[in-house]
């Protein structure tokens, strides 16, 4: 799992059946965020079963947890989904730019 940000979107109009209706976003990793010595793993087009927005920051699963999270049993067609719109996060030493602008469809910012 890790911390990133969406930076863009894909449309395909061919694809699988399984794909339909799915909505596929391009997602930036925040480098910082992961875990002492994961690779880097962006960027990473995620399904997004949440309705995130461009510039938001989210919480991206990889593998079943991902599918499941999208209502599947496992069994989708794809590595990465969206899993959470993070409105907040608490990292001392992260850049300033890793904060997303505030704006009023995203509910101000802060923390819940």
């Keep these: 799992m890790f911390l990133g940000r969406v ?3 894909v449309w395909a109009t061919r694809k699988l059946a ?8 391009v997602v930036e990793a925040l480098d910082e965020a992961r875990e002492p010595g994961a690779p880097k ?10 309705g995130s927005a461009l510039g938001e920051q989210v919480l ?4 079943k947890a ?9 069994d989708l067609p794809f ?6 719109i993070v409105d907040d996060f ?16 995203a509910g101000g910012g802060g923390s819940a």
């Design 7 to 9: 930076v863009g979107e």
């Design 18 to 25: 399984d794909l339909e209706g799915l909505r596929l976003l």
């Design 41 to 50: 793993v962006t960027p990473v087009v995620a399904a997004d079963p949440l």
């Design 60 to 63: 991206v699963a990889f593998g």
């Design 66 to 74: 991902a599918r499941v999270a999208c209502g599947g049993d496992g």
């Design 79 to 84: 590595e990465a989904a969206i899993v959470g």
């Design 90 to 105: 608490d990292i001392p030493s992260a850049p300033d730019h890793w904060r997303a602008p505030t704006s009023p469809a």
